[in-house]
């Protein structure tokens, strides 16, 4: 299984393991070291977003609050559950707005959850900052999701 060059804060003598499609496995925790921990494990060019992806949503959202679970990064408002999670694919990463079908526009990839919205990133993709901030902000004024 390959394996990633970052190491984790919780163990920092272990690279993390990626899994299936290239997502890293990171042991649950709270807070920053985590979620930094997640995004130097991302394989490739998914690092280098992911670290652009964590700057602008708290530039956009200052007091949100992180956590790594189920091997993914998630963001909210304290009280106010999640609202925001991002997942490494193979091909892209995944970012999914839980209550996506109340932001203006919804983002564009459909959930089996009625209420969730994802927002794909491709490598070759042009990310458009200013719509994902848009996004970023309506999403923390949201009752987020219990997990």
């Keep these: 299984m390959a394996k990633a060059k970052a190491k984790t804060a919780a163990s920092p003598d272990k690279e ?8 890293p496995q990171i042991a649950k925790g709270y807070g920053d070291a985590p979620v930094q921990a997640y995004i130097a494990a991302m394989p490739g060019w998914k690092s280098e977003v992911g670290r652009r992806l964590d700057q602008l949503i708290m530039q956009a959202v200052p007091n949100a ?5 189920w091997n993914s990064p998630f963001y909210g408002m304290e009280g106010e559950g999640w609202f925001l999670g991002i997942h490494c694919f193979a091909r892209y990463i995944k970012v999914a707005f839980f209550r996506g079908m109340s932001l203006k526009p919804v983002p564009p990839v459909e959930s089996r959850s009625r209420d969730t919205r994802y927002f794909h990133i491709h490598e070759d993709d042009r990310l458009d900052e200013e719509q994902f901030v848009s996004w970023v902000k309506q999403a923390s004024q949201l009752p987020g999701e219990r997990m």
């Design 16 to 23: 993390p393991v990626l899994l299936s499609g290239g997502n």
């Design 65 to 69: 609050q992180k956590a790594v679970k």
